[in-house]
């Protein structure tokens, strides 16, 4: 047995609605301005998109190109 880790990966809209505010990390499944993740807080999320901060920047990724979305713990 193993541990899931601090690292999560937020499959449902409660898992989402836990971490409003905290890091996470996208990633993609084909490439949106050249890239494929994206590490940012995050802000909300509705049934088509989830609203990332990143830097000062807010970042709005449709949930149909989103592989997975996990927490992110930095070190």
């Known amino acids: 047995m193993s541990s899931p ?3 999560r990966v937020l ?3 409660e898992h989402l ?6 890091e996470v990390e996208i990633k993609l499944f084909r490439p949106i301005d050249k ?3 994206f590490q940012g807080t995050l802000l909300k ?3 088509e998109k ?4 990143i830097n000062s920047e807010e970042k709005e990724i449709e949930r149909k190109d ?3 979305i996990k927490t992110l713990f930095n070190w």
């Open 5 to 7: 880790g601090i690292e």
């Open 11 to 13: 499959r449902k809209d």
């Open 17 to 22: 609605e836990k971490n409003i505010g905290k």
């Open 35 to 37: 890239q494929k993740s």
């Open 45 to 47: 999320f509705d049934k």
């Open 50 to 53: 989830i609203y990332i901060q």
């Open 66 to 68: 989103i592989a997975q």
